[in-house]
């Protein structure tokens, strides 16, 4: 099977921005975030007693997103805070995207890289607003609300979409006819059927 270039490309640049220091964590602090995150998410169908990956924030995010609710990522974000919540978000979707597709091809998952050095920028972006989410989002916004959902942190933000939209689409978001061998009625029927199964909260 021949991948395409472009999820090879962004498969790489997901590892290599994910090695690098964030906005509010360091290289080293986000490549041990994702492997608690790529441990859970290697026991996701496990009942929960069943698992050995250790049980926290990261787990719940990776595993359990499901079972987020607003309570439960208000104290997450008193413990953090908002922003650093937000690029945890980022690392623990951006490792089921990547994990998930390694086991669809059955092959070994990519081994996490080696950290480089350097300081978060600890900046906020400064058109963020209420937008009645968990977290503050850029405002306005005239696009889809799951394309701002991670705004509050450039950094994760760069690092999730730059991974998941290769995988979605080919620059073709808005074209309602894809030249692909799936058409875009059958791609979007294929993502809402992942997205019940995995009880997708948005």
């Known amino acids: 099977m021949r991948i395409p270039s472009r999820l090879v490309e962004s498969k790489s640049a997901a590892w290599d921005r994910l090695a690098g220091p964030g906005d509010w964590w360091t290289g080293e602090e986000r490549l041990a975030f994702a492997a608690e995150a790529r441990a859970a998410f290697a026991e996701r169908h496990q009942a929960p007693w069943l698992r050995t990956a250790p049980a926290g ?66 900046r906020e972006p400064e058109d963020m607003g209420d937008a009645g989410a968990y977290v503050r989002m850029t405002t306005p916004w005239s696009d889809a609300n799951v394309a701002r959902a991670l705004t509050l942190s450039p950094s994760g933000n760069a690092l999730y979409r730059g991974i998941a939209m290769p995988f979605y689409h080919e620059g073709q978001f808005l074209d309602l006819a894809w030249d692909r061998p799936i058409s875009r009625p059958q791609a979007e029927a294929v993502a809402t059927a992942v997205s019940a199964a995995n009880e997708c909260f948005y």
């Open 57 to 122: 924030l990261m787990s719940k995010l990776a595993a359990d997103a499901n079972q987020i609710d607003r309570s439960w990522a208000t104290e997450s974000i008193s413990e953090v805070g908002e922003a650093a919540y937000v690029e945890l978000v980022a690392i623990a979707a951006s490792i089921a995207v990547l994990d998930a597709f390694a086991e669809a091809l059955g092959v070994e998952r990519t081994p996490l890289p080696t950290a480089r050095e350097g300081e978060p920028t600890r």
